[in-house]
């Protein structure tokens, strides 16, 4: 089946066309009918002007004198013109009004056609904008998808923490991590950023948003490098904590603090700047080396659809 006949399309010009071919009908029924009357009416006419004619000349031949009868029959032609024009002046007057009651009505029935026609384009008006927004949104949407299938997807991992170690006046702890692009296309203007966060003075520190502001500003990482898909960068960096982010357990010294690995880069995708990080949380340890245990609250995150 049409689609045309299923969504209703057929049957709108259908009854559309059977509106003009009725009101074709009435206007060709109601002409030949005016035609017919017109003839029949001047036929009648005709026929009583002669039927008159005849009668006038009859009486002149009664007549006792040739003069009175020659006189009779020259004044009846005047009268019978002037009784005709009277005639055909009415049957005009009468017809011009019911050709204005056909044209009135044919008026009528024109107007309920060219509603019909108008609902019709407007309501496909408003599917054809609808069915735009649809292929739109598709677009859009098959647009994402073929992008995040071939864009960069950066995922920073932790390989180790630890040891820790005093060096002059500070006390510095040893991360050990990797950033892989699981993706198929290049991750460029790479930098990462890694900053520790004490859990004892609630420092407001502790969310995406802020780091994820802190790690484009400074760019500790640079902003040049590339990492291309199944590419891995290792990352060794000792960070600096203070002696307020120990506390103290009995005779050691018990580490307690957040750690933030930030990574942000570049994709095919235009004008946008990509997020990803990796929290750890290390509390109740007075000496973290390669292998020692540690809680990972997020994974990774991507703030893909974020704009510069």
Not at 216 to 239: F, K, M
């Amino acid at each position: 089946m049409s689609s045309r006949i299923r969504d209703g399309t057929f049957a709108t010009w259908l009854i559309i066309a059977i509106g003009l071919s009725l009101i074709a009908l009435v206007a060709f029924t109601v002409a030949s009918s005016k035609g017919y009357q017109r003839a029949y009416q001047q036929n009648e006419a005709e026929n009583a002007s002669y039927a008159q004619r005849e009668g006038h000349y009859r009486s002149c031949l009664m007549l006792p004198s040739v003069e009175q009868a020659r006189e009779c029959a020259e004044n009846a032609p005047e009268a019978d013109r002037a009784e005709r024009r009277a005639e055909e002046d009415l049957n005009a007057q009468r017809e011009m009004a019911d050709w204005a009651e056909g044209v009135l009505w044919a008026t009528l029935a024109s107007v309920g056609v060219t509603a019909v026609g108008i609902v019709f384009v407007w309501r496909s008006l408003n599917a054809n904008t609808a069915a735009v927004d649809q292929a739109r949104r598709a677009n859009d949407i098959a647009d994402q998808h073929s992008r995040a299938d071939l864009r960069a997807w950066l995922i920073v991992k932790i390989n180790s923490i630890g040891p820790i170690f005093r060096e002059s006046d500070n006390i510095f702890v040893s991360v050990d991590a990797s950033i892989e692009n699981t993706g198929r296309s290049p991750a460029t203007d790479l930098c990462f950023y890694i900053d520790i966060v004490s859990l004892f003075n609630n420092d407001p520190k502790l969310g995406p948003r802020w780091f994820d502001g802190a790690t484009t500003s400074r760019r500790t990482g640079g902003g040049n490098d590339a990492l291309g898909p199944n590419e891995v960068r290792s990352i060794r960096v000792d960070c600096v904590v203070h002696e307020k982010d120990f506390a103290s357990a009995g005779e050691f010294l018990s580490l307690k603090y957040k750690m933030f690995i930030g990574v942000v880069y570049r994709t095919i995708i235009p004008n946008h700047e990509c997020f990803t990080f990796k929290v750890l949380a290390i509390q109740g340890s007075t000496s973290i080396e390669n292998g020692d245990p540690f809680h990972v609250e997020a994974r990774w995150w991507d703030m893909a659809s974020k704009m510069r």
